[in-house]
């Protein structure tokens, strides 16, 4: 079975995971790791003489870059099964976008890491394939069918009136300065201080363990596996901090800010004198229940003609977890490799947690007497927010670029982006700060042609690039 995280994305915990269950269940795998490449994907299948084809990514892009492999596949005559998994990958996308490029073999979406041995497994077997890949055609057909037949949900407000019905900033309003305004870098952050701010139900959702922890050691199915997984954790932890595995680093700023568009927020230099960088945010477009306003994270920031507001921005990354699992992966232990990078991204995210309350209590200071526990930090109770491109509320992930051109992140950390705006190296988290006292997570959801259009201008885009990059949330009517 070859396996590859496709071209332009870093991620591939659950492709590690996957590759370990069918290794210890008989399979040869070959795994040709993260960024791969359509071309050395199909070269490697051909001189491997492999039997199936598993493609694994995580961030959006991923989804057109698989569709892509899918057409190389049945340009070149391929005749084996090609199987899709990933976090930003659905039975629905694999039916409607991936299927249809690919019909000399089976098409087959996997939901999670348990589910692999069985689907090889059926799909190498002459008794039980002709069934399976005759059941899932039927079935992604059906959903290809249900889709067209839905009636385009246009959405149902213009551009113009969600913009007007949109959230706005009292007048009174006055935002508060930063304590430390530009931006400041951080290396070698101690690893324990991260420790207390570890959300570990996701740790277990990425070796496709579902629970709420800590309930999920007693849980009668999974209790025990979830258990034995989290004292390992605990003893590699432990060697980490111990030894200093890892570099915790950060880049952060604070800078005057305004909102001198409907969607857009320009931030200026340390003395407001002059627009840096320009940030393009997109709205709700939907309908919205009376009274509730069409959101979009321009809103939180007051306009040019008003008070002087802030932005921040950040970037943390953890850096030698990959040194670390190779040195594991080179002895043969592949378990300890995928435990290495899951919990470099438990750090990734415990730092980002922690330095934007320090950013609350101290940098920026606004919440200086702010109490807040763990369980209270992860069900996000703090003032302000941090919204990342990528996410539902900054669903368009080229602003990463301009956020990292911001801060520097490159240069001053050593944090990459890719080709398709994944960073590198994986464990990291970037996004930005806002401290406007009813700023909140919000879901863009699905926009119209006429905001497609005015985003695609103020991006300096071509309507298709516009298309590509806000696929995700495109409403049904757009062609």
């Known amino acids: 079975v ?63 870059e698989m569709v892509f492999v899918a057409k190389e596949m049945q340009r070149k005559g391929f005749t084996i099964p090609l199987l899709i ?18 019909s000399n073999d089976a098409v087959i979406y996997v939901a999670d890491a348990s589910r692999a041995v069985g689907v090889a497994t059926t799909l190498l077997s002459k008794e039980m394939r002709g069934d399976f890949i005759t059941e899932h055609r039927a079935e992604y057909a059906k959903i290809r069918e249900r889709l067209a037949n839905k009636q385009p949900k246009a959405a149902k407000l213009s551009y113009a009136e969600s913009v007007e019905n949109g959230f706005k900033i009292d007048d009174h309003y006055v935002p508060p300065k930063p304590n430390a305004l530009g931006t400041q870098v951080i290396k070698n952050y101690p690893l324990e201080a991260l420790v ?79 627009v840096t960088h320009t940030f393009e945010h997109v709205r709700q477009q939907s309908d ?72 609350r209590k101290e940098f920026w200071g606004y919440k200086a007497d702010e109490t807040l526990d763990n369980e209270a930090l992860i069900k996000e109770k703090y003032v302000g927010i941090r919204p990342a491109p990528g996410y539902p509320a900054c669903p ?17 950390i050593g944090t990459k982006l890719t080709e398709h705006f994944a960073m590198m190296p994986p464990s990291s988290v970037s996004g930005f700060y806002y401290s406007h006292p009813e700023s909140e997570y919000f879901n863009v959801g699905k926009i119209a042609q006429d905001q497609l259009e005015d985003y695609a201008k ?3 885009w071509t309507l298709d690039e516009a298309k590509r990059w806000l696929a995700p949330n495109l409403d049904d009517s757009i062609g």
């Not at 030894?243 to 230099?269: H, W």
């Not at 368009?396 to 001053?412: I, Q, Y």
Request: net charge negative; charged share 25%.
């Open 85 to 102: 998994g990933g976090a930003t990958t659905s039975k629905a996308h694999t039916a409607v976008k991936i299927d249809p490029q690919y």
């Open 2 to 64: 070859l396996m590859a995280t496709v071209k332009g994305d870093v991620h591939d915990i659950g492709k590690n995971i996957v590759g370990v269950v069918l290794g210890c269940n008989g399979y040869d795998i070959v795994d040709l790791g993260v960024m791969v490449p359509a071309e050395k994907i199909l070269q490697t299948a051909i001189d491997e003489k492999c039997d199936i084809i598993g493609l694994s990514g995580l961030i959006t892009p991923s989804l057109d």
């Open 458 to 460: 103020r991006k300096g």
């Open 396 to 412: 368009e992930h080229s602003e990463k670029a301009v956020l990292f051109d911001w801060l520097g992140s490159e240069e001053k």
């Open 196 to 274: 207390p701010y570890f959300d570990w139900t996701p740790f277990f959702i990425s070796w496709s363990l579902a629970g709420k922890f800590p309930k999920i050691l007693e849980d009668e199915v999974v209790g025990e596996a979830a258990t034995d997984l989290y004292n390992q954790a605990q003893a590699m932890l432990k060697d980490i901090i111990e030894n200093n595995r890892f570099d915790a680093r950060a880049v952060f700023g604070l800078y005057p800010a305004q909102r001198t568009a409907a969607d857009t927020v320009s931030v200026f230099d340390e003395n407001a004198q002059s």
């Open 288 to 359: 919205k229940v009376t009274g509730k306003p069409n959101l979009s994270l321009a809103d939180f920031i007051k306009p040019t003609t008003t008070q002087q507001d802030y932005l921040g921005g950040f970037t943390v990354s953890i850096f030698g977890a990959e040194e670390l699992a190779n040195e594991y992966k080179a002895k043969g232990d592949d378990y300890s490799a995928i435990l290495v990078q899951s919990l470099a991204d438990r750090f990734a995210e415990a730092f980002a947690e922690h330095l934007h309350e320090r950013i």
